[in-house]
């Protein structure tokens, strides 16, 4: 396994993937450029525009089956939030030009044909090739993209949503064919057909790799096991993971994991948990809030239930620019925050927001670890109303963190404080750039 | 919802720009241009308009018996020739369908209907005579 | 290839051409793309050169040259030396003479076997599954089915098949519609006056071309090339005579006729 610095060394940031993305496009739309001879009248405009749109659709979802792909220079180096909010948009508007295609194609083809569209979209079901299993493909997407809207998602489970959101691979699976079929672009072109297969070919491959063979080779590698659980506070617990080899992770502070426990009602689901501590080479830490089911379930995880961790994953770890560090957590935010407490050097401040001191967890390590490396902790605690204004305004925390202006904040907790968080540091002075944080909203 | 309506924008756009740029580069493609010959008597040539397909430009040349009907008009009788006065021949492509679609078009412009036929049923041709055929260009034009 | 969304009709009906030089012409199919995969198409194609081998007249050591020269007899040649001879007797004698399998003293059963390998090779295909296909033996034609999706429908339009006009190279004189059935012409478009009135010994004269269409290529064919031996004025009546069979002709001087059940047959667009 990499060390940290050698995985560094092969990230791939935000703007070189926007970049890759956005050069993909460009030969896409020149291969369109190249396959059209001309333009003939109105029928030939909107069949143009269907194919354009075609194409970008055809190389948009494998585009998004990328981002999804877990690959771990990418992760790393975009962060897995960012990947996440990527998806989301790009589906949306994916989603979108596969509809503007399949209407102007049918539109194009009528008026080419002089027949009026109904009678158009019936000639193309039943006799171009694989159009029948192209369309039904359309179909499912417009199903998926229902269920992901914030609306519906909410009135389901996560497992639920996640599992219908698989049927994706089987519409681009479906829709793979039409595409060589009547696509223009490829039916004249092997060389097309070929690089683009190449495309889809690798990006399935990175699917595999990186969703099934790394994890499976994780998992006989490491033999993770819960060692134990331990009630942090009410509604707080630690699980802590015996393993082997686990310096090969090289799992960086702030960083999380996908967890999968393989016991009855947990092995089907996967969870996102930062690690709170880091890594020894046989133990691992997290610490998890009971949240809703699966939280309850697992604060009764029996020691020996095996365990399937995919990862590290994410972007949100302390990058060492020599400046001095504002850590900033909010309730169940103090997990990751607790690892980069631990792990940071230089001048560390750390700003623990909670609403009663039963929520607050790991005090015994936090003024440990402060008072062994002359660190700072300030306990924020107790509701809005009780501490009269806004804790933490931005007048506030410059009194906390003296030099804020000139520190690398990093942030955690839930998204309403993160957002009025954000705000109040900018109004106290530190630039957006140096403000970090993981936000999991989509 | 800004993102949204800057992206729709942002497409069409595009398309928009995309698809003009393309039909104006087609439109200044050199096409082939072959002069008409010169006609015995009897015979006139009708030539269509430049019609823009999909191939690019393509115009067509009709040279057809003259009939004088009763009264001493002349009248345009059967066709008995076509030929392609101009044709598109940018790409190796143009050139490709220049070679087989248009010997298949004048051969369906020649049949008694300009309908598409599938075989012709003539005194046994030879190998040799079979090249020439209107069979042969049916087996290659498809 | 045709970018035009609405030619892309003939990759949808799935079909596939094929030219085989053969028996001293050109034998096209025009069949479905399963007939290449399941190997009907090869295997129509070797019956035809299976043929070519044995019923050929112009090599020296194939049956029909063998037998024409007595070296064999009909029992020494192959079982469809047999069927063959007996058709052709059966036309000689409908015809009344004026179709031979002995064309100027010499043994060649040409008239009727190339019609006779056609149909043969377009039976080949139906048993291998296929329902529409057509097969063209230089110019003799053996339909099964139609030519694909018909428009607006999933039934299939009949195979059209254009009867070149032997006055005009290069031009039709009619186009007729086929389904199930067989378009055999005979005439002196080609090859110039090759058929020879059995009687006189001399070229027939007065017929350009006489198509004959019905059920079976090789009774069409061997039909065809009777009419034009006999000349205009029999052929008429008699292909009139002929039951399941009609005739279409056109004469030295541009004239035509037909018999009274062809008209079906024209095309009417």
Known sequence: MATAAAQRAMLVGPRAMLAAIAAGAVAVLALWWHSTLSIAGFGGWLTGAGEILGLLAGYGFVILVLLMARIRPIERGVGADRLARWHAMGGRYVISVVSGHALLIIWGYAVTAHTNPASETATLLTTYPDVLMATVAWFLLLGVALVSARAVRRTMSYETWYYLHFYTYLAIALAFSHQFADGAAFTASLVARFWWSALYLLVGALVIWYRVVVPARDFAHHQLRVAGVRHEAPRTVSIYIKGRYLKELAAEPGQFFRWRFLTRGLWWQSHPYSLSAMPSDELMRITVQNAGDHSGAIARLAPGTRVLAEGPFGAFTPVRTGRSVLLLAGGVGITPLRAMFAALSGKVTLIYRASTWQDIVFQSELDAIAEARGATVHYVVGSRQDLGADPLSATALRRLAPGLHRMDVYLCGPPGMTGSAVAALTEAGVPRRRIHYESFEF | ?142 | MLREPMTLGTAVTARVRHAEPVMGTVVSFDVPVTARHDGSLDAAVRWLHWVDRVFSPYQADSDVSLLARAEVTVDGCVPEMTEVLAACAFVRDLSGGYFTASPGGQFDPSGYVKGWAVERAAALLARAGSADHLVNGGGDVQCAGGRGPGAGGMSTAPWRIGIADPLRPGRLALVVEARDRAVATSGTAERGAHILDPHTGSPAAGLASLTVTGPSLALADAYATAAVAMGPARARDWTASLDGYEAYAITDTGDTWQTPGFASHISAD
């Open chain 2, 1 to 142: 919802m800004r993102r949204a309506i800057l992206a729709v924008i942002a497409t069409v756009a595009g398309l928009l720009a995309l698809l003009s740029f393309k039909t104006h580069s087609s439109e200044r493609t050199t096409a082939s241009v072959q002069p008409a010959p010169s006609l015995p008597k009897g015979e006139r040539a009708v030539t269509g308009n430049v019609a823009n397909t999909a191939y690019g430009p393509v115009q067509v040349q009709l040279v057809v018996k003259t009939i004088t009907a009763a009264g001493g008009k002349s009248q345009a009788g059967t066709i008995l020739k076509v030929n392609i006065l101009e044709q598109p021949s940018a790409t190796q492509e143009d050139t490709q369908i220049g070679q087989y679609a248009f010997p298949k078009l004048i051969a369906e412009t020649l049949t008694a209907q300009s309908a598409r036929i599938d075989a012709v049923s003539g005194a046994t041709y030879t190998s040799g005579g079979y090249l020439k055929s209107l069979q042969s260009a049916l087996d290659n034009g498809a």
